[in-house]
């Protein structure tokens, strides 16, 4: 399932408070903070990016299943506010509990949540990418969600931050991938039987 929602009122709208000002993550927190990395983030990328088709000011928020396989995704714009993890957090938040339900009940997190935001500017870590990153870790926690990564998408390309991984293509002004490019086909069930051979020849062909 994928869906593209509008910003909740609700989480955008609400000033923060001076204690909730700021928060964000540098990154060596991030880098420290053990976020698994992505076995092929080019490909989750153009995922995201030919489905929702991100301007400037657009966050993607995204749940992976333990194989990376997108389970569900939703973007919303962000208003013109004072860069604040809190309001990133609900915001975050608000997206998945309309698209996925919570892990809470789970000991260990198994699926994992990733964000791409595209912004204005160069690839270079900013207060604003410190505070999505504090937003994405809190709102992963109140859901049961592992963090994933932070992606920025700008005019220059895209840059897994933390990790130093990125490319050129998608950026922010590029048209989509076709689909073929961006989604590996559906494992063949692992079950055996006359099934699992019917399915295997029609594979095969």
Same mark, same amino acid.
């Given at each position: 399932?994928?869906?593209?929602?509008?910003?909740?009122?609700?989480?955008?709208?609400?000033?923060?408070?001076?204690?909730?000002?700021?928060?964000?993550?540098?990154?060596?927190?991030?880098?420290?903070?053990?976020?698994?990395? @992505?076995?092929?983030?080019?490909?989750?990328?153009?995922?995201?990016?030919?489905?929702?088709?991100?301007?400037?000011?657009?966050?993607?928020?995204?749940?992976?299943?333990?194989?990376?396989?997108? @389970?569900?995704?939703?973007?919303?714009?962000?208003?013109?506010?004072?860069?604040?993890?809190?309001?990133?957090?609900?915001?975050?938040?608000?997206?998945?509990?309309?698209?996925?339900?919570?892990?809470?009940?789970?000991?260990?997190?198994?699926?994992?949540?990733?964000?791409?935001?595209?912004?204005?500017?160069?690839?270079?870590?900013?207060?604003?990418?410190?505070?999505?990153?504090?937003?994405?870790?809190?709102?992963?926690?109140?859901?049961? @969600?592992?963090?994933?990564?932070?992606?920025?998408?700008?005019?220059?390309?895209?840059?897994?931050?933390?990790?130093?991984?990125?490319?050129?293509?998608?950026?922010?002004?590029?048209?989509?991938?076709?689909?073929?490019?961006?989604?590996?086909?559906?494992?063949?069930?692992?079950?055996?039987?006359?099934?699992?051979?019917? @399915?295997?020849?029609?594979?095969?062909?």
């Amino acid at each position: 399932m994928t869906l593209g929602f509008a910003p909740s009122s609700a989480s955008l709208s609400t000033p923060p408070s001076a204690a909730s000002a700021n928060r964000l993550l540098e990154p060596a927190e991030w880098a420290s903070a053990g976020i698994p990395l @992505l076995r092929n983030p080019r490909e989750v990328v153009s995922g995201l990016h030919a489905r929702h088709l991100p301007k400037p000011a657009t966050a993607i928020v995204a749940v992976l299943d333990p194989d990376e396989r997108l @389970l569900a995704s939703a973007s919303f714009t962000r208003r013109q506010a004072q860069a604040d993890g809190w309001m990133f957090r609900n915001a975050l938040l608000a997206q998945l509990r309309r698209v996925v339900p919570h892990d809470l009940r789970r000991r260990t997190p198994v699926r994992t949540a990733v964000l791409l935001y595209c912004r204005e500017g160069d690839a270079r870590w900013t207060e604003e990418d410190g505070a999505w990153m504090w937003g994405l870790r809190d709102a992963c926690t109140l859901h049961g @969600l592992r963090c994933g990564a932070y992606i920025t998408l700008t005019r220059d390309g895209w840059q897994v931050l933390g990790e130093g991984r990125g490319g050129r293509r998608p950026h922010a002004g590029s048209p989509p991938e076709p689909f073929a490019l961006s989604e590996a086909p559906p494992p063949l069930p692992r079950t055996g039987g006359a099934a699992s051979e019917v @399915l295997r020849r029609a594979a095969a062909r």
